[in-house]
């Protein structure tokens, strides 16, 4: 047991009703400020829209379909080019994990292309893909491939040698090494990168879809602020708030699904 | 090569496997009337990691059923001895064999930590020491007689990280005994565990070795554990057995009865002697 597990852990008496609240408190607050200051004319609505503007907005764009559509577009193209950048990282981060030649083969190469920001591939792509999904689909999946890569060799390089021994002692073959001990040893440190990897998804998406896209959420933003529709400009930025969020307690709900055994995921 | 004929009983090659293990199961089942450890032999055991040589030479036989206590200075080459019998380093020099040929879930060894699977319930832990035979339809009721054997049946469900060191340490016993080991090797298994609680460990082990009739090589630095448990101290220094002291003492034994810690005081010397001829 260690030091930390032992410590009390400080905590005020709980209503279960409000308890779910808490977490809401502060965006509430924010939003109800900014709503006076709008509506006492402290912020002037060409710098800042009031939030019943920008609900508004929303209400006008939902009913004439377009900010489904582009919700709908935005997410399709996230979750594409997460699997196959983060398939792709997660399989090869199994492989140099469990070989050596595999690690010695690819990992110098891996480095290398690491360390270049992937967003600085733009024109290359723009020049590439033209302004189609490609463009989009291959700036995400290099983007979360590297988070998800790193995450899964660590773990798999981090189990304890010890319990492998002990594997072996009671006739473990390769396969079931894996499977018992290598992976379930190796998945915190995959959730790690599971949710790093989420918020790259979103920052490569937005910015390529402000730059060269047709649709989509960062499309939405840079179309009204050629219109100077501030409103639509702020609900996008919204959005983006609401999907990360959203990504985030995906992931932390598969974790606490899976992590059950570790004790820093106990609630 | 040596373990791959260890593993396999040497008529492997006229039977298919399914069948041998069904009677080796039957052929162990009637010898259990009798003791049902394995003997082994130890002739010119000789291991070395680069220039340092650990091990110089050991010759050993160890009767079947017999709880033999292994003990000298850190370095010593007690842990190496073990390792060796265990099949978990080849020997560079020198043989172990077994009475008869031995298979791998007949011996078993338990390690100074536990080594559970923190992911895995206690009762699946103890599975895992079932070795091959884990898929077996009988294999939950095994592993749960197992645990009931060290006391923990209604801790079956629980995750590890929920348990005392002690009680961690009575799954990795149950996980060891789980397949009936006829050699059972223990790595200073209670080292890392407070003084209470080693002696209750200890009865415990005397009693699972004396219910279960295995052969126990205990490897230890305790000079007062060796004593109170085993038939048989063996005393290594500097890769060599210095000493072979029989315990003939009647069971159960008396913590801090006077014979016990004569014999105690008798090996502690011979262990400091050692060292002054070093100094």
């Known amino acids: 047991m260690s030091v930390v597990e032992r410590l009390p852990r400080v905590r005020a008496v709980r209503v279960p009703a409000i308890d779910g609240l808490v977490p809401w408190l502060l965006p509430i607050a924010i939003i109800a400020i900014w709503q006076v200051a709008c509506a006492t004319g402290y912020v002037s609505a060409r710098v800042l829209p009031a939030p019943s503007d920008v609900l508004l907005a929303a209400w006008k764009s939902l009913r004439s379909g377009e900010l489904q559509q582009n919700i709908w577009v935005s997410f399709w193209r996230a979750a594409v080019g997460f699997l196959i950048g983060g398939g792709i990282g997660f399989a090869l981060g199994l492989a140099n994990g469990l070989s050596q030649l595999s690690d010695r083969l690819t990992d110098t190469t891996l480095q290398m292309i690491r360390n270049v920001p992937h967003l600085a591939m733009i024109p290359l792509v723009i020049l590439w893909f033209g302004i189609d999904e490609a463009a989009k689909l291959f700036l995400v999946a290099l983007g979360v491939f590297f988070p998800i890569y790193l995450n899964t060799l660590h773990g798999i390089r981090t189990v304890d040698p010890q319990l492998i021994e002990m594997g072996r002692i009671y006739g473990m073959g390769r396969g079931e090494l894996f499977r018992r001990v290598i992976f379930p040893s190796a998945l915190p440190s995959i959730f790690v990168g599971l949710r790093f990897a989420l918020g790259i ?33 702020v609900l996008s930025i919204l959005i983006y708030a609401l999907l990360g969020k959203l990504a985030d307690s995906a992931s932390r709900a598969l974790e606490r699904l899976t992590l059950s055994w570790h004790p820093a995921f106990q609630k | 090569m040596q373990q791959s004929l260890r593993v396999f009983p040497s008529t492997a090659e006229f039977a298919p496997p399914s069948v041998l293990v069904e009677q080796a199961r039957i052929a162990r089942r009637k010898a259990e009337s009798a003791s049902r450890g394995l003997g082994l032999t130890i002739r010119g055991l000789r291991k070395a990691f680069g220039d340092n040589e650990v091990l110089r030479g050991i010759d050993l036989h160890i009767p079947a059923g017999q709880f033999v206590a292994i003990v000298g200075r850190s370095g010593c080459g007690k842990s190496t001895l073990l390792r060796l019998i265990a099949e978990l380093e080849t020997p560079g020099d020198g043989t172990i064999s077994f009475g008869e040929s031995a298979r791998a879930e007949d011996i078993r060894v338990m390690f ?36 009931a054997e060290v006391g ?10 929920v348990l005392s060191g002690g ?57 007062a554990e060796a004593v109170a448990l085993a038939d048989r101290v063996v005393v290594i220094e500097d890769g060599r057995i210095a000493h072979d002291v029989a315990v003939d003492i009647a069971r159960p034994r008396r913590r801090g009865a006077a014979d016990l810690a004569a014999l105690e005081g008798t090996i502690l010397r011979h262990l400091l002697s050692g060292n002054d001829a070093d100094a």
Not at chain 2, 155 to 160: A, L
């Open chain 2, 152 to 161: 923990l049946r209604d801790k079956r469900g629980q995750w590890p990280y």
């Open chain 2, 112 to 147: 100074q930590e536990p080594r559970l699977l923190p992911w895995a319930r206690v009762l699946d832990n103890v599975e895992v020491g079932l070795g091959r035979n884990r898929g077996l339809s009988d294999a939950n009721a095994r592993a749960e007689a197992a645990l």
């Open chain 2, 167 to 223: 009680q961690k340490q009575r799954v990795a016993l149950a996980r060891a005994l789980v397949s009936n080991p006829r050699v059972l090797a223990f790595d200073e298994p209670l080292g890392a565990l407070d003084a209470l609680t080693r002696i209750s460990m200890q009865q415990l082990l005397e009693r699972v070795w004396h219910d279960q009739s295995f052969t126990a090589i205990l490897v230890t630095h305790d000079v």
């Open chain 1, 201 to 233: 998804m979103w920052l490569t998406l937005i910015v390529a879809e402000t730059i060269a896209a047709s649709s989509g959420l960062g499309y939405m933003a840079m179309q009204a602020r050629e219109f100077m529709l501030i409103d639509v400009v």
